[in-house]
C-alpha cells in the first residue's frame, strides 16, 4: 500500500498570501496524484487532477505540480472561502490511499 | 447533473453487518472507464479509502479490510451497495460514496463527483 505524507499538517495563512501544501507518495506514482477541499461539515471536493491538471469551476488561484514522489498543491492569494482541509490521494495503486490531510486556516 | 446519496442506518451495534446504499444519477455504471468507491471518514480525522467497483463489475477492496467488505452494484436502480459485516465502535464514521468518470486500467482513478455523506455510529 502507497503511503502518502502531506506537510505540514496545518497552516495558518493571510488573506492574499500564497499557501503551499506538499505530499510525498513512499513510491512512485507519476502523475495520478489528485488534491481534494474539504471545509468544515461539507463532502470533499476536487480541486485538482492528475498532479497538475484544473478542474472547471475551480478558481484559478488553485494550482498543481510534481510528478513521480513529490507534489505540491499551492493556492495563490488565499481568499477566505478557501479555510479547509485538504487531501492528496493517489490513484496509481490498488487500492487508493489518501494523505493525512492539511488544515488551512485564515489569520 | 451528476448526483449521489448515500443512504442507511444511523446507529448499528457492535458484530452487526452494516449496510449502506449509494443512489445515483447523471450517469450510467454501464459506461466504459465509470467507476464508484466508498470513502469513510472518522469524526476529526483522514478520509480512508475502502472500496471501488468498475464498470464492468470488477471489484477492488482496502487490505485491512477486505476480508469484512462486499461492494455489489444494481444497474437497473442505478445503485451501489456496501456491505460491512461485524462492525465495531472504530467503525463509527461518515461513510462517501463517489464517481469516478475515467478510471484506466489498472488503476483506482480520482473522484470527480462525492455525496453528501451519511454519519454511522456504531455503539451498544
Known amino acids: 500500500e502507497i503511503v502518502l505524507t502531506q506537510s505540514p499538517d496545518f497552516q495558518s495563512v493571510t488573506p492574499k498570501e500564497k499557501v503551499t501544501i506538499t505530499c510525498r507518495a513512499s513510491?512512485?506514482?507519476?502523475?495520478?496524484l489528485h488534491w481534494y477541499q474539504q471545509r468544515p461539515d461539507q463532502s470533499p471536493k476536487l480541486v485538482i487532477k492528475?498532479?497538475?491538471q484544473s478542474i472547471s469551476g475551480v478558481p484559478s488561484r488553485f494550482s498543481g505540480s510534481g510528478s513521480g514522489t513529490d507534489f505540491t498543491l499551492t493556492i495563490n492569494s488565499l481568499e477566505a472561502e478557501d479555510a479547509a482541509t485538504y487531501y492528496c490521494h493517489q490513484s496509481s495503486s490498488k487500492p487508493g490511499t489518501f494523505g493525512q490531510g492539511t488544515k488551512v486556516e485564515i489569520k | 447533473q451528476i448526483t449521489l446519496k448515500e443512504s442507511g442506518p444511523t446507529l448499528v451495534k457492535p458484530t452487526e453487518t452494516l449496510t449502506l446504499t449509494c443512489t445515483f444519477s447523471?450517469?450510467?455504471?454501464?459506461?466504459?472507464?465509470?467507476?464508484v468507491g466508498w470513502i469513510r471518514q472518522p469524526p476529526g480525522k483522514a478520509l480512508e479509502w475502502l472500496a471501488l467497483?468498475?464498470?464492468?463489475?470488477?471489484?477492488r477492496y482496502s487490505p485491512s479490510l477486505q476480508t469484512r467488505l462486499t461492494i455489489t452494484r444494481d444497474t437497473s436502480k442505478n445503485q451501489v451497495v456496501l456491505t460491512v459485516t461485524n462492525v465495531d465502535p472504530v467503525d463509527t464514521a461518515t461513510y462517501y460514496c463517489a464517481l469516478g468518470m475515467e478510471i484506466p486500467p489498472g488503476a483506482t482513478g480520482v473522484f470527480d463527483y462525492w455525496g453528501q455523506g451519511t454519519l454511522v455510529t456504531v455503539s451498544s
Open positions: 492528475y498532479a497538475s
Open positions: 513510491q512512485s506514482i507519476g502523475s495520478r
Open positions: 447523471g450517469f450510467s455504471l454501464r459506461t466504459t472507464d465509470v467507476g
Open positions: 467497483i468498475y464498470w464492468d463489475g470488477d471489484k
